[in-house]
Every structure is written in C-alpha cells, then in structure tokens.
C-alpha cells in the first residue's frame, strides 16, 4: 500500500468513527497538479460537511472547522504510533482543505534506495500474459505514416507491460491475403518486369505504381476485374505460378519493411520475428465459419454470409463474400482462435490499429463475445488518431499517398540542417527518429495530429530532441564533477534549496506515471511526466551549480539529483523507444 492509500485509509477510519450516521462516505487524498506547498492535499472535509445532520453541524460552523478536527484526529494517530507518517507535517488551509506535508528526510530515503536498486519500476502482482499486436502493414501498399503509428505506440504499449512484469508476445499482423493480389498478379504479369522489381532497391513502391495503373485501366475495361478475381482464385486454390508471384510479392515489401523496422529498433517475437500475416490462417478459417454457422449466428444474404447482432447493435458484419472468399474479419476471426489456443485462453489481445476501423473492431469483439471466446475486458483496440498532412487522406488506390520513407529522409535531413556538422550519421538519426516517435506518441494517441515539422523538432517545446538535450546536458554535469559523489546522504543538507528538493519529488514521480501509463494503456503519460522532469531540470540548472555548491554535502546530493534525472530519462525514453545521445 503507498503511503497515500494508507492516509486515506486512516482517514476513512476517523470519519466513520466521527460520523457513525455516514457510513458510505470515503475521503479522497489526492496529489495537486502545481508543485509546491503540499505534497498530498484532501477535500473531505468540503464534502462531508454538505452531508453532515443538523446536530452534527451545530458542532461545525465551517468547512475549516471540520477539517480542523480531522486534523487533530489525525494528529493523535501520529503521536501514539510509529506508523510512516510520523514524520508527517499537516496543515488546514481555506475554505476547509487539509493539507500533508512530507519532511526532507522522507525524499532522502527515497533517493538513497532508488540509488541502490536497479529497478525503478514497481512490479506487477498479477503477471499476466499480453499480445500486442502493431504495425501490420501490407505486402505490396505502402507502409504509411499511420502504420508508423501503431509501430510506434504499439510498440511502446508492449514495452510498458514488459517493464511492469507481464509477459508480453509482440505480433505484427501483416496484410498478406485477400482478393488485391489478385489485382496485383495480374498487373505484375501484364507491365512488370520481375528482374527489375528484383534488383530494385525499394520495389514496394513499384508495386504500388502497377496497383494504380491496374485500377486507372480497370476504369475503362471492365474485364480486368474478372481476370483479377480469377487470379485470386488460382492463389486460394494454390496455383503454382499465382503463388509463385504473391511470395515474389511478400519478399520484395519485406525488403522495405526490414529496412524500417531496423531503422526504428522495432521488433517482434512471433513466428520468427515476422509476426503472423493474414496468410498463415488461410487453412484455419473453415472452421471457424463453420463454428459460426454451428453457433447459428449466420445468415445467409444473396450468397454472402453475415453475422446480425443482437438489437442491431452494430450494422452486419460480412464474413465470406458471394463468392465464397473470405474476408480480412474471417483472417481475423481465425487468428484470434489461433491466439487463444496458442497462448491460453485467458490471454489478453491488443489490437494497435488506426481508429477508422473503431467500428469493425467493435463488431470483432462482440461476435467473440458472442462465440464465448473472450470476456469483455480481454480484447482491446488502440485507436490511434490519424496523421494529416497538407495532401489530406491517403489512398494507394489513386497513388495519393504519404510514404513513410519520404518523412524519414525528410526529417534527417531537416536535423541534419539544424545540427550542422557537429553529429555524425548514427546521432543525427537517433534525433530524427526521436522528434518523429516523441511526436506520435506526446498526446492522447486518439487524438488526430497535423502534422507541422516545426513543432516536431523544436528544441525548446515539448518534443524528441528537447527531451534528449536535456539528457546531454546532465551527461555534461556529471563529467564536470567527478569527485566522490555517491555516498550515501544521510541528512538533508540545510543548504539545499526548495527547487532542490522539488526536483528530487519530480524525479520520484517517474514510477507512479509509468503505472498510471501502463494502467491506461496511453504512453503520453510517460511523456508528459518526462517533459515535466526535463523542464523541472532545466529551471533548476539555470541557477543551481553542482561544481560550485556551497558545502560538499549539497554537492554530493546535486550530482546525485542529476545522476537520477538522467538514468529516469534515459529509461523513460527507452521505454518509448526513444534513444538518447551522449552528445548534442
Ligand atoms: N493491415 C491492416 C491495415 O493496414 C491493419 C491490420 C490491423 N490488425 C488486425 N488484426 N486487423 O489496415
């Protein structure tokens, strides 16, 4: 239990006792936002004196009053133990508020066992088993600035669980099936040229050019739509040449998809490093459709088969065509049966998916629901808003899009511009890199961005390379002074400023946000709290010296201070998949 929950639990006690006719009321502590006077500030006695009866008021005149008494309730709990917060100093302040003020000496030993443990994270008591699921491009489309999306949130979603003791699988749901290939195979054998597509050095985007020129004809000959449609037959039914030519396509986009992965240090753990495509549940649907039918959940429509909800609380969901194909909901029907049997039935699924398709995974979830596969809480889709840019959204049909490889050259060489010649290759990319995840993953990631370069590099607001600075900076302290600074402190030092000791409440702050983070499933949180500490940092080093602190003991607690604001930025940053620099 956190000293908070304690406090509250304490209080709780003594109103109840107080207030015997009150039963339910339970007293809130909570942490203010602005940094400053309290560490810990309640309202209860605000609230219960609007419930208070009429005798029990005639003892109170006011809220302060109330709050008064609370107060020296609290303070006999204090005298005659030696609980946590003896050390506690409180406070009443207008119009009825109780303040808790924790001493100096509290934070020192917060700080002397931070230095001495390698985990600054608090670990889960219920471990359990995640999948997170980001990424999943398409073979043959581009990969996009939305996919760099999920890649990156999802990505730091899977490292938050990882970091607080879960046990994490990280799946990429590659979009390798569906009838495009049969548009595909067919313009690949009427304009492609399979040597030059081989020896092109990014022939995803070539595909994409013979996928618009497919539909830009198809426009005018109606008869291409049938011999594409005949093509994705020939690959369901597993045509050597059709197969031949969709594997062709798979190496040639994964020739691109390495590429981007290795750049941004994105990994994934199934089936090799790959994740599983769409493809690999090909055999697996069947059953599944036949599940649905056995479960008397499907009709029949003009050939095609759907699912209706009960009270129509969602439209239909098609689950094979006319035709009897099968459809990217039958992928995903079969690769979440695959997923609960593989990794346990109680495993929970995360879905890093654009929030366009809010609607689709809502229908997914509630006939998984409806199978008596999963419980409400164990699927959940991350939504993440979308990217926009002056071009509006991007369609691979009409070529009209925002390749996710244009916006990485884009930003090195925009950092490269502001950067000079000081860095070399390996730094500057790390800055890129860092201004385009920190941007992506800064706000509420439902939130749509537009998206303004400016704001994405600005080294004095909230974004990548402020954050990494910050982290250089410190670097910088500890070589200044190197003497024998970390021993351990043993008293406060009666120099030490406020700001030296806010600092040092910032710094302890880390672990509850990465929680708060983790809880919520929302990075920002980690972002918000890293910016705040890189800003508490930099007001603090504008007028605190380490080199020149006044005794050696306010020496000794600065280098420490500053020793922690980078190890916390450091693994804050990682935790977003964010790199720092020893150097900027
Ligand atoms: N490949 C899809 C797309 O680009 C995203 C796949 C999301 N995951 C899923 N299980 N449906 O839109």
């Known amino acids: 239990m956190t000293l908070l929950e304690q406090l509250e639990q304490q209080l709780k006690t003594i109103c109840h006792q107080a207030f015997p006719d009150l039963p339910n009321f339970v007293p809130e502590i909570r942490r203010p936002t602005q940094t400053g006077i309290a560490d810990f500030s309640s309202s209860a006695a605000l609230m219960l004196f609007g419930q208070l009866s009429p005798t029990a008021k005639a003892n109170f005149s006011t809220p302060t009053a109330l709050a008064e008494f609370l107060k020296q309730q609290l303070e006999k709990i204090k005298l005659d133990s ?67 999306r999920s890649t990156i949130i999802g990505q ?75 093509w994705f037959q020939k690959l369901e039914t597993g045509d050597p040449e059709a197969r031949r030519l969709w594997q062709k396509c798979i190496d040639w986009s994964w020739k691109e998809f390495d590429r981007i992965y290795q750049k941004l240090e994105v990994t994934f753990t199934e089936n090799k490093g790959r994740g599983y495509g769409e493809s690999f549940f090909e055999t697996q649907m069947a059953a599944v459709v036949a599940e649905i039918k056995a479960k008397k959940l499907l009709t029949s429509s003009q050939g095609a088969e759907l699912v209706f909800f009960p009270n129509d609380q969602f439209p239909p969901l098609m689950i094979t065509k006319k035709d009897g194909s099968s459809l990217y909901s039958t992928r995903d029907l079969a690769t979440d049966k695959f997923r609960l049997s593989h990794y346990g039935k109680d495993v929970i699924i995360i879905n890093e998916v654009g929030a366009e398709q809010q609607l689709y995974f809502q229908q997914l979830f509630a006939l998984e629901q409806l199978l008596g596969w999963v419980k409400p809480n ?14 509006g959204k991007m369609s691979t049909r009409k070529g009209n899009v925002v390749w996710l490889d244009e916006v990485l050259t884009e930003a090195f060489a925009r950092t490269q511009t502001i950067a000079g010649q000081r860095l070399i290759e390996t730094e500057l990319w790390k800055i890129a890199l860092g201004a385009i995840k920190w941007n992506d993953l800064k706000r509420n990631c439902e939130q749509p961005i537009s998206f303004d370069w400016n704001e994405v590099l600005r080294l004095e607001g909230n974004s990548g390379p402020y954050l990494q600075y910050a982290y250089t900076r410190c ?29 040092l409440k910032k710094i302890i702050q880390y672990d509850e946000s990465v929680m708060r983070a983790t809880e919520h499933l929302a990075p920002h949180f980690v972002c918000t709290y890293l910016f705040e500490l890189a800003q508490t940092f930099n007001s603090w080093y504008a007028n605190h010296s380490v080199l020149k602190a006044p005794t050696p003991q306010l020496q000794n607690l600065r280098w420490q201070l500053v020793k922690l604001v980078a190890r916390v930025l450091k693994e804050g940053l990682e935790l977003l998949g964010i790199a720092v620099l020893e150097k900027m």
């Open 82 to 148: 030696n609980s946590v917060f003896k050390n506690l100093e409180i406070t009443v302040a207008s119009p009825g508020f109780i303040n808790f003020i924790l001493p100096p000496a509290h934070y020192l030993q917060l700080l002397n066992s931070l230095k001495q443990t390698s985990k600054l994270l608090t670990q889960t008591t219920k471990p359990q088993k995640y999948l997170v699921e980001y990424s999943s491009p398409n073979i043959a489309k581009p990969f996009t600035v939305g996919h760099l």
């Open 156 to 230: 730091s979603i899977a490292n938050l669980l990882k970091a607080a003791g879960h046990q994490v699988f990280r799946d990429n749901h590659v979009g390798d099936w569906g009838t495009q290939f049969g548009k595909q195979i067919y313009a690949i054998k009427t304009w492609g040229n399979e040597t030059e597509l081989d020896q092109s050095q990014n022939p995803a985007k070539e595909l994409v050019t013979l996928y618009v020129k497919f539909h830009q004809a198809a426009e005018t000959d109606s008869t291409l739509e049938d011999a594409a449609r005949a």
């Open 378 to 391: 164990q699927r959940i889709h991350i939504k993440h808003g979308l990217i926009r840019f002056k071009t």
């Open 475 to 503: 670097l910088s302290v500890l070589t200044q002074v190197k003497a024998n600074q970390d021993l351990e402190i043993l008293t406060w030092p009666e120099t030490a400023t406020d700001q030296d000791l806010n600092l």
